[in-house]
Nanobody
């Protein structure tokens, strides 16, 4: 499966952005999709994940209540709605696919497929 993340940009603190992760080459029916981010000089962080069925989701504590992940199987796309953005949300955001979400939660694991990142910059 190939993944393409988009939707990043520059936004003021308190604003919103919606990231998209469009898949091709296979159906997302079989994949969990995770969103990760990496800020300059920092380790990669698992942000959110949605299971292949869409029935379960995971959010890092740092984004709970502000971010929402959703899946549109008809469009083969996963979205990350980011609200109440903070300057500390500034990072390159990546989407990735695997059978399960474990890598989003435990950094010692990895996802099988990765897309190129999209930059999110939140100004104060």
């Amino acid at each position: 499966v190939q993944l393409q993340a988009s939707g990043g940009g520059l936004v003021q603190a308190g604003g919103s952005l919606r990231l998209s992760c469009a898949a091709s080459g296979d159906t997302l029916d079989y994949y969990a999709i995770g969103w990760f981010r990496q800020a300059t000089g920092k380790e990669r962080e698992g942000v959110s994940c949605i299971t292949s069925s869409g029935g379960s989701t995971y959010y890092a504590d740092s984004v709970k209540g502000r971010f929402n992940i959703s899946k549109d199987n008809a469009k083969n796309t996963v979205y990350l709605q980011m609200n109440s953005l903070k300057p500390e949300d500034t990072a390159v955001y990546y989407c990735a696919a695997d059978r399960v979400c474990i890598a989003t939660i435990l950094p010692e694991y990895d996802m099988d497929y990765w897309g190129k990142g999209t930059l999110v910059t939140v100004s104060s």
